[in-house]
């Protein structure tokens, strides 16, 4: 089973910043992206970044030039700095992980962190 734990989130002022993490285990190898997603209350969850297995990054243009998305050396880890945040930044952050493989040959599509809040006040 994919275990994906995010961490990182908490209350800024706009114009703050926080550096969000997601420690991705349970798994041999994913052959697909590490993402970002968020959710505001009310809204649908919507893309906010992705980075793939040789450093290329991916962002919705409403985070360009704010937001950078980085992993660690072994790939297991990403992080999403957030500079310059905005109150429409708040929302519940999720990572999720895709085309993931266990030793045994399970195969897991789509795997979801539990989330971590990103409140940002004006």
């Known amino acids: 089973q994919v275990q994906l734990v995010e961490s990182g989130g908490g209350s800024v002022q706009a114009g703050g910043s926080l550096r969000l993490s997601c420690a991705a285990s349970g798994y041999a190898f994913c052959t697909d992206d590490m993402m970002w997603y968020r959710q505001a209350t009310g809204k649908e969850r919507e893309f906010v970044s992705a980075?793939?297995?040789?450093?290329?990054?991916t962002y919705a243009d409403s985070v360009k030039g704010r937001f950078t998305i980085s992993h660690d050396n072994n790939k297991n880890t990403v992080f999403l700095q957030m500079n310059s945040l905005k109150p429409e930044d708040t929302a519940m952050y999720y990572c999720r992980r895709d085309g993931c493989y266990s030793y045994s040959g399970d195969y897991w599509d789509v795997s979801w962190g539990q989330g971590t809040q990103v409140t940002v006040s004006s």
């Open positions: 980075i793939d297995r040789d450093g290329m990054t």
